[in-house]
Structures are given as C-alpha cells and as structure tokens.
C-alpha cells in the first residue's frame, strides 16, 4: 500500500511570494495534519483536518491557510513568504487523528 | 502551553547494547504518547504508542515504559543494530487534535 505522499519534494521561493504545498493521505485515512520542521527542531504542529473539516490549529500566523478535499488530500498553503518560513513541511495522515503516519515532507526554502 | 523536553539530545552505544531515551513532559492532563524515529532526509517513522491507562507497552525489540506520576516516557530499544542510528522524538497528545514533539535525541550506534 502506499504511504502518505507529498509533492513537491523540495521548492525554493523568495520573499513575499506564496506557496502551496500538497498531500495524499494512505488510502482509507479520514485525516490529515501538517507539521512544519525547522532544522534540528521537533515537529511543530499548523493544521488538522477531518472530513474536510479544520478540527485543530496550532500557533501560526494566518498567512498559513490550508484545506482538505473530497477524496481526503490536502494544500497548505503560505502566503507573503518570510525567511522564518524555510523549513521541511510534513503531512500525516490518520484515521481518525490519533496514530499519525508522515510523509516525507517537502522542503522550502525561502531566500 | 505543553512542553515536551529530552533528557540527553545525543545517545551513543555499540550494537547489540540496549539503548532507553528519556523523555519529560509537564502536562498531567496528556493522555495519548508516541515515539517516532526520524532518519536523515525523512518524515518521521511511528514506532509505538501508549495511552494513560497504561505503564508499559512492547513491540518488536522496542518497549515504551509511562511513569504519570513524574510525567516521564521512556523508550528502550533491545538489542540496538546500525539500522536504528536515528533521531528519536516523544511526542504527546497536547488537545486541540495537536501532538506536541520534544526536540529529539540522536542515536549513534557504534559498530
């Protein structure tokens, strides 16, 4: 079975331009969160999805925006991109939010 | 808010020694913890989980042990091969549908 996909693997950006980074669930997953990584730092928690319902949001600014479709994938997306943005973004999926399943993340880098 | 903390950010130990990695939280309310492994260039792996209502929890060569009267989670790994060089992460079920990551320790076993 397939795991949780992400795309793109890696996109480089310059201040102040926006961003959409997109993620499939495992099959049969009802939830997806997302997670941003810096460099030597745990995981720290943007957004949960359920059913294409918002049911959690971590400590971000609203330039942080994400959403949740139909078949259970997911965008997030980052406008008016700053150099604090760079980091390795990383989507779970679950299903039911509990025993979360990354993928392998997508790595921006804003200069 | 929740804080997750490791007691030691790096571990080394030769293969075929056990390997525990420690981890402390602050909330008592926590009632949901997983440990992930993260190699370099990858999401973070599940590798088990434990609830509240549980001190001690065993999978393939890895057991997690919950001590809620000190709030720490330990997790030890029989055995430890060169396959297990990783960064370990604890992380808590914080509400909010949010898990809450520690910063991680890195393993490096020793051939």
């Known amino acids: 079975d397939a795991g949780v996909t992400q795309s793109p693997t890696h996109l480089i950006k310059t201040r102040g331009q926006h961003v959409t980074l997109r993620c499939s669930p495992i099959s049969g997953h009802k939830s997806v969160s997302w997670y941003q990584q810096v460099l030597g730092q745990g995981p720290q928690f943007i957004f949960q999805?359920?059913?294409?319902?918002?049911?959690g949001r971590g400590n971000f600014p609203d330039r942080f925006s994400a959403r949740q479709f139909p078949n259970y994938s997911s965008e997030l997306n980052v406008n008016a991109l700053l150099l604090g943005d760079s980091a390795l973004y990383l989507c779970?999926?679950?299903?039911?939010?509990?025993?979360?399943?990354f993928g392998p993340g997508t790595r921006l880098t804003v200069t | 808010g929740e804080s997750v903390g490791l007691h030691l950010p790096t571990l080394s130990v030769q293969e075929g020694d056990n390997s525990i990695i420690n981890c402390a939280y602050s909330?008592?309310?926590?009632?949901?913890f997983i440990w992930y492994k993260q190699e370099s260039g990858k999401g973070p792996q599940f590798i088990i989980d434990?609830?509240?209502?549980?001190d001690k929890r065993q999978g393939q060569r890895v057991t997690v042990l919950l001590n809620k009267t000190v709030k720490h989670l330990s997790l030890q790994i029989a055995a430890t091969q060169p396959g297990d060089s990783a960064v370990y992460f604890c992380a808590l079920w914080a509400g909010s549908y949010q898990l809450t990551f520690g910063k991680g320790t890195k393993l490096s076993v020793i051939p």
């Open positions: 909330n008592s309310a926590s009632d949901y």
């Open positions: 999805y359920y059913e294409k319902e918002e049911r």
């Open positions: 434990i609830r509240s209502n549980m």
């Open positions: 779970a999926s679950s299903l039911d939010g509990y025993e979360q399943y």
